[in-house]
Each structure stands twice: as structure tokens, then as C-alpha cells.
């Protein structure tokens, strides 16, 4: 049977990613480690949020607010379950995972159907005032530290090591952002999908062709807050400690400038683009005076050069650069 060189570089990738507890905790420092942990949510962050923004064409700046109530909601499930059971048990922390994410895309159902109604600005102004109300509340509620932050949440450990090793499992992080990928691939590439970006180029247009843009921008809102909740899961489980000044509005912001950096309407831009804003700050850290101000600087200039996005609407594709470097061509190319 042929195989497709796409699908064989995704089985390449799977088995790379869930090897990664095996090789990277001997060879890769804790301070590499905990990048590569952030690099894995941030990904995760920037191709759910691309979905909404840039296929579906609405503008949401209240991801952290997702992103804060899949964390907490997974956090209190994992604290006070592993407290009920005597111990974190390893499916617990799927319950709690599946948990944060399905709350969050009740969130985000019943934000979003009233609300994508809006457009433009006004969309936006909801889902900013929503992400502010998320982190109120949370500042509010003492069986999560409140102000304080919680903290003592269990962590993911590695799956291929001793149990002594502390780190969290860079696997699992790994697997959490290819399964986000893959599926919002699958959505947005299947006849369905293609209403995505119908209700994007031209909402008018789409509603005369019998398209229900209303159902189509909910279900984009709700796939992405789940994957952003998923993603506030694998923070709290990572780092083992939360606080609300995590998930202010500067973090919806970052995660925005991911997808916008990358390229509306591609993944592997917000794949890149979330890998480049995650090492960057790091990278800098040794000019720590005007770290932000080059950082600042570095960001205007990739959008003066490259407003699009680094990579615009188009996806990298290893098969389609390999055909135009020995000059061959393929049907989907184009001239």
C-alpha cells in the first residue's frame, strides 16, 4: 500500500515526540527543558487561537481567559482528587486535562453564540472583557490561592525514566500539541472545513450560499477554547503553581502576535512563530537592560518585512520544497 509522505512524516514526528521523555531529561539541561515544556503549550495556544482568527476570520483577544479556566479547572481536579485518592494516579490526570478543556468549551460555547453575532471590534471587546471577568473571578475564589496563586499541583512526570526523575513529561506535552495540530488540519482540510474559510473571505457571501456562519464561528470558537483550556491544563501540570497575573491581557496579546507573526491561516507559521516568541525573550536574556526594547524592535521589523506573516496563508511543505529544488512539479503547486 502507498503511503503519503505527509502521513509518514507524521508517524516520524509521533515517535519523535514520544520518545522525547527517553532522550531529552539525560542530554538536555533543566533550564533547555522547561523552553522546550513552554514551546509545546505555546504551540497548542497559537494553532487553536489561528483556527478562530486566522480561518475562520474573527478576531478573539480573550484566549488567556480560556487558556486560565482549563488550567485552574484541571489543577483543582488533580489537587483535590490526588488528596481524596492518596496519590496522583496517572489517569487522573487525563480526567483532569479532559476536564479543564471540556469546561473551557462550554465557556466557550456559551460566550461565543451570542457573540459571534459581533464582528470586528466589537467581537474583540467581548472577548477581552471575558478573559478580564475569568481572572476576576479567579482572584475571588480561595480554593484555588486566590491572590496567592495555587500552588502544590500534582505534575506530569516522564513516561520512559526512573520515577525519581522530577521533570515534567516533555512526551506528553509533545503529543498534546500534535493532536491539536492534526485535528484542527483535519478540520479545516475537510469539505466542511472549507466553510471555515468561506465565512472568512466573504460572511455575505457565504450566508447566500446557504452557509450557517453563525454555527460555523461558534464551532471555531469552541474547538479553539478547548485546545486553549487544554493547554492552561498541560501549564498547570508543567510548572506546578498558577497564578492570575499569568493570564492577563498581555498574554491573550502574545498569543495573538503568535498567530499573526506566523501567518493567518498557517499552521506550521503559528508552529514556528510560537517556537521563535518562546526562545527569543531567552535568547536575549543576556542583554537583560533592553531585552524587551530589541525584542519590541525585532517584532516590527519581521512585520515591516513580512506583513503577512512569515509564512502568509501557505503551509511549509518538505514534499512540494523538494519538487521545486529538483524542479519538478505536482498538482496543488502553484506557478
Known sequence: MKRSP???AGVAVLLAVLSADFYAAGLVNPYVYQILLLCGVNIVLAVSLNLVNGFTGQFSIGHAGFMALGGYVSAAVAYYGARALGGPHAWLFGVALLAGALVAAVAGFLVGLPSLRLRGDYLAIVTLGF????RTLILNVDAVGGARGFSDIPILRLLFSPQSEPRPSLSLVGAAAFLTVLVIYRMIRSPRGRAFIAVREDEVAAEALGIDTTRYKVTAFVVGAFFAGLAGGL??????YLNPSSFQFMKSIEIVIMVVLGGMGSLTGSILAAVILTVLPEVL????????????ALLIVLMLARPQGVFGP???SW???WRRR???TAAGDRP
Do not use: C, D, K
Not at 235 to 240: R, V
Open 285 to 296: 536574556r543576556p542583554v537583560q537592560e533592553y531585552r524587551m526594547v530589541l525584542y519590541s
Open 314 to 316: 501557505r503551509e511549509l
Open 319 to 321: 514534499p512540494r520544497a
Open 131 to 134: 478573559g478580564e471577568i475569568i
Open 235 to 240: 501549564f498547570a501540570h508543567t510548572q506546578g
Open 326 to 328: 529538483t524542479g519538478g
Open 6 to 8: 505527509g502521513a509518514i
